[in-house]
């Protein structure tokens, strides 16, 4: 088989191709490298396509010249406020992208088809433990333009005969190679690094949520776990003859505080002395978001294996390394 991984040359996309090429699947990347890093991919022996999923002609040239098998689209926008303030750019690039994607992957006759899905499809769950079966109601442009992808890409399998697997993960952080670590500084750790670097407390967005400590609640998932994930799906994909869904959460089932992190995030940095700041609320940020991962757990066998510390101080060496020895 040949997968195609959209987005694969960001953050989350290049752990997932790293992981399945280093697992003897044949990989290729597209990425538009708008906020992809072609180095990324550098002495993986992975090729890389440069271009947009709203571009037919060079998805059709694409998916035939690599004979594609199977694709894992990874490639959208994915900040929650930058979607509120930018919707329309929001369901263009997600929900048209991937609609121009899936009718090529169905004229290439591809058989199988992942979705990098969110648990932001979930909104604000009242539930300890958000499994696959608590109702989806979205409290965000991005959250609304991932359940509008599941949506589609379970039609298409449907209508295609498409194996496809919708993966809902919960917030990906850390990094399995120092040289692919996250670089956004709009998401969590990162930002938090930022600060510290710069000797100021990290940031928390909001402190008076209904949770024990005031902060938001996450479920924090190492990329390298979802890099994992991905590559049994595929694989359990590639043993299916024909149409057939598996959505499933992505996640470890314990919930920490954004205040706890940035304790951790202190501490891992050797700043233990700098306090966390409080900051005002972000738009559509739900106060816990805790998953249950039993399904895929079931399926297939999968579990997160990495733990907070990890993640943290593997997110900070890769800082490090981009930003020099001393974090700064």
């Not at 994607?101 to 958000?130: C, I, K, M, N, W």
Request: glycine content about 12%.
């Amino acid at each position: 088989m040949t997968w195609l991984i959209t987005g694969g040359a960001g953050y989350v996309g290049s752990h997932v191709a790293w992981a399945m090429a280093r697992a003897g699947e044949r990989v290729a990347v597209l990425d538009d490298l708008s906020s992809g890093v072609a180095a990324r991919l550098h002495g993986d022996g992975v090729p890389l396509v440069r271009g947009s999923t709203l571009d037919r002609e060079l998805l059709d040239r694409t998916l035939a010249g690599l004979g594609v098998t199977g694709v894992v689209h990874l490639a959208a926008r994915k900040q929650v406020a930058e979607s509120v303030a930018q919707p329309l750019r929001y369901y263009r690039e997600n929900v048209h992208g991937l609609t121009v994607l899936l009718e090529a992957v169905a004229a290439a006759g591809v058989e199988r088809f992942v979705f990098s899905s969110s648990a932001a499809v979930y909104g604000t769950p009242q539930a300890d433990a958000v499994t696959e079966d608590t109702p989806c109601r979205p409290v965000s442009p991005y959250g609304e333009t991932k359940l509008a992808g599941e949506w589609l890409v379970r039609a298409a399998g449907a209508a295609h005969g498409l194996a496809t697997a919708c993966l809902r993960y919960f917030n990906v952080a850390g990094a399995g190679r120092p040289e692919l670590a996250d670089t956004a500084v709009t998401n969590v750790v990162p930002m938090m690094f930022e600060r510290v670097s710069r000797g100021q407390g990290p940031l928390v967005f909001g402190t008076d949520y209904p949770t024990p400590d005031g902060t938001c609640v996450r479920d924090y998932v190492h990329v390298a776990d979802v890099a994992s994930a991905h590559l049994a799906v595929a694989r359990h994909l590639a043993g299916r003859r024909g149409a057939g869904d598996l959505t499933a959460n992505v996640g470890t089932g314990r919930g920490v505080s954004v205040r706890e992190l940035a304790d951790l995030v202190c501490e891992v940095t050797g700043r233990p002395d700098l306090a966390p700041v409080a900051g005002p609320r972000r738009p559509g940020d739900p106060a816990r978001v805790v998953g249950s991962a039993a399904r895929i757990g079931a399926e297939l066998g999968w579990r997160a294996r990495h733990s907070v510390r990890e993640m943290v101080e593997s997110a900070w060496e890769g800082w490090r390394l981009r930003h020099g020895a001393g974090g700064g």
